[in-house]
């Protein structure tokens, strides 16, 4: 009787109510754990899954995917640049600029 009064007493603390002691509760948060860990990694390599910009969904984006857009993204400004100060087309090339930034920066700042 006084194993369920205090297993009452747990249950009203905020836990789930399937769990009666905390053995239990801590099997389940490791089982949790395990799965979150084979969902998210494949192979060693950290994967992100289903990033949403705008209406566009990119999924299944690895750690070298995104070092790659990144280093793409840094030679891209380098070549705007370039022409930039051969043309000299300051007021276009800003824009390419601010356009290709924001898109890039939104999908670096949501990893």
Known sequence: SEQVEQQIEKRSVGRPKKYFN???????????????KRRFMNDGTITLTDIRIG?????????NKVNL???TYKLCLQKVRKITS??????????????????????????
Do not use: F, P
């Open 55 to 63: 209406n566009v969904n990119i999924h299944a984006l690895d750690e």
């Open 22 to 36: 905390d053995e239990d509760r801590k099997e389940a948060i490791r089982k949790q754990q395990l799965a979150t």
């Open 69 to 71: 857009l990144r280093d």
């Open 86 to 111: 051969i043309l000299d087309l300051s007021q276009i090339s800003s824009r390419v600029i601010q356009v290709v930034s924001s898109g890039l920066l939104a999908v670096l700042n949501k990893i």
